[in-house]
């Protein structure tokens, strides 16, 4: 370094790494010790656990059934745990890497998705950021239960998954006299499978289980139709699984962020309500689900 003007610069630039690393490796720490704390605390409660079952003389059975619960929810924090550590990185890379990861799931499993994320990255890139949630759940866990209020559409990206549907009466809040949008150049979306076994309605009916896979989704009725409640229930079948939620109150802000996008999917909303409107009763399927069936 020949001036002092460059000595000072390189002063000042190792001043700044050094004080960036810091706070980094500060906040990552906190992160560690706080999954240690978790760890800990499961460790306290099943040791409680176990101290007033067997103080009550409470059966084995139902003994390790709390136990189990207790276990089973640790297991669900800790796959979260690597979420927030992700999210302790610079904002940019964050919002990188959610994209990379998320658009995938996107645009296999939707066609509409996949056109409006093609035509704008920025708008993709909120979407992944603002919109989606990843959920990671373990067997037997619900994603959603008939007549609940849609939080938005679940794709389902990891796993397997099945979904009982439910008699619905016919008929949408929304009917509106609205063009048609032509969908031929996105594709048809692979069949959903009946599974071969069956499960019992909570009137007692036997219904046919759908079986469904990673790229499959469900209830986009919740996107664009309001107050749109689910026709059947989901459920995880797998000891763990992934699913994404793009909800409906993230993707609506995104949109009127994005006012190249939105004209496009308003056109595309009013066509997916008036097909609904048309079907002889209603489900949590894809169109082309419901129109085939």
Partial sequence: LATAAERWLAISATFIALVSSSLLVGVLTNVLADLTNRRKKMNQILESVRKYCGDSHMPFTYTMKVRRFVEREHCRQSMHGHIECLQTLPEAMVSELFHEARSRTLRRSHPFLKEIGKG????????????????????????????????????LAAGKFAYVPREAKAGVALRNGMKLLDLTSWGNHRAIRPSNSFMSDVDGAQVMAMSLRADDYL??????????????????????????????????????????????????ARFFVDTMNAMPAMSDLPLEMEQAG
């Fill in 120 to 155: 704008n990255r920025c708008m993709e890139i909120d979407l992944c950021m603002k919109a989606v949630t990843e959920l990671y759940l373990l067997e037997n866990d619900t994603l959603f239960d008939a007549n609940q209020r849609s939080k938005g559409m679940y794709i």
């Fill in 219 to 268: 209830s986009e009725q919740g996107l664009w139709i309001k107050g749109w409640r689910h026709c059947g229930r989901l459920g995880t079948c797998s000891e763990q699984s992934r699913a994404l939620l793009l909800g409906k109150e993230g993707l609506h802000g995104v949109l009127r962020e994005h006012s190249d996008v939105l004209a496009t999917v308003v056109v595309y």
